[in-house]
């Protein structure tokens, strides 16, 4: 009886080394290193204090470009309240020098306001390198927090993107559980978040084959 | 006794105000020095390309306080 079917032979794939050079490779371009970028995969232009010589970034973030619409109608609200300021007769009854003075404080105000809420989007910032994850946050102007965890101390790697906003722009947040000194890093409002969550469980995966092949840094 | 009583027959309510207007801008250039080197601070930590705007508008804010504040002794 003649064979039918014979199953070809297959030599199995050799797996492509997770390493810097193979994660370049491997990982798919996110986002670009762009004005104000909010994710952008393999920066050329960041790095932060305490990155060691040999650390590559991998991932840079920041929150969603859209949380700031806010603050920037806000700010856009109040430049306009000036003109409104002639309805009130405390102020009509002031001389123009004290006019011009409390208009320009208000103005004043109302930069440092805007400025001080673009600080904290600017600055919260949360890098994944080769080595660690990174978590810059800038709660205000007299608190800041930088926290970091090894990538072999992440045991868990949730994305949620919940709300008509959040779904509309395409953006999450990842709660990353480590067993580090810190237990959760919470990457807030990111754009893309199921690709960073991939992005963060590829890393994972990098780790373990370096573990693997005696490749620890 | 009575150049107090002077001195205080002098003060006005607009007085009131410019002192507390100045005072006012003093402690918010403060503040606004303080925004500058926390930016300049941040920007050590972590190195960003795009981290000159920020520093250039903390700059800008900061001397803008600034002259609100010259304005404010000068004018009032």
Known sequence: ?217 | MNEVIGILESITALSVIKVMMVVLLVVYNIFAFLMMRQIKAMNKAVEIGDGFVIRILGVGHFIFAVLVLLVAITVL
Not at chain 1, 1 to 13: C, D, L, N, Q, S
Not at chain 1, 49 to 71: A, C, K, S, T, Y
């Open chain 1, 1 to 217: 009886m003649g064979e039918i079917y014979k199953r070809k032979e297959e030599k199995p794939k050799k797996k492509e080394s997770l390493s810097v050079e193979g994660l370049r490779r491997s990982i798919e371009k996110i986002g670009r290193e762009s004005f104000f970028t909010s994710l952008a995969t393999f920066p050329k232009r960041v790095c932060f204090g305490e990155q060691n010589d040999d650390e590559v970034i991998v991932l840079f973030l920041r929150q969603h470009p859209i949380v700031n619409l806010p603050w920037i109608v806000t700010t856009i609200f109040l430049l306009s309240l000036p003109a409104l300021f002639v309805i009130f007769p405390p102020y009509t009854m002031l001389p123009g020098a004290y006019q011009m003075v409390i208009s320009l404080i208000f103005y004043l105000f109302v930069m440092g306001l805007a400025l001080g809420k673009f600080m904290v989007w600017f600055f919260n910032i949360y890098i994944l390198t080769d080595e660690r994850i990174v978590d810059v946050d800038f709660v205000n102007l007299f608190y800041r927090v930088i926290s970091t965890a090894k990538i072999e101390d992440i045991q868990d790697v949730n994305v949620v993107s919940s709300g008509v906003m959040e779904t509309f722009f395409n953006m999450g947040t990842v709660f990353v559980q480590t067993a580090a000194e810190v237990p959760e890093f919470e990457f807030s409002r990111v754009p893309r978040p199921d690709k960073v969550g991939k992005l963060i469980n590829q890393m994972i995966d990098a780790e373990e084959q370096e573990k693997i092949e005696g490749r620890v840094k």
